[in-house]
């Protein structure tokens, strides 16, 4: 039987690694950082969400925040990937537009070359569009975690009257 300073312990331990868990964390990482295996680590998230299933309605609240708030904190990181200055880089070496200059030929004649290690570096715009691309999908999943993509619904209603008349059916 456990004391409630265990009780304690072990309800903190389990929040923490439930707060591993919801911020993305594998139930591996989760796992070696509390000494536990990943199949525990799995026990207690069913644990929890057994929990949670006799309170659906908050759950699926509180479910919805954590998320919003995982996602605001994406966007914020690819904001930044976005925003930030990415140097061209091929061979290793950062990738400079490149500075006209006169060399010499081995007849001493003059000739013109562009020296690549001087001049502005290149700008890389594949990350500001991957990142840009992932701000999408953010952005989609976001949408759909907030219901603006639900359909709509819409009841008309009014005064339309239907009359049927059946050829023949005086004869019967």
Known sequence: MMNSAQQIEGAERRAQVLD????????????RRFGISR??????????LAELAEHAEQSTAEYRLDALERLEQIREDLRRIADAQHLLVSGGKVVRQGKPCIDF???????????????????????VITALDKLIKVEDRWSKLLGLDAPVKTEVSG???FEYRFAGAEDV
Do not use: F
């Open 20 to 31: 591993l868990l919801r911020r993305g964390y594998s139930g591996a990482e989760v796992g």
């Open 39 to 48: 199949q525990r680590v799995h026990q207690i998230k069913q644990e929890h």
């Open 105 to 127: 030929d081995a007849e001493d004649n003059p000739v013109a070359v562009i020296d690549e290690n001087e001049g502005a570096p290149l700008t890389d715009v594949g990350p």
């Open 159 to 161: 005064g339309v009257t």
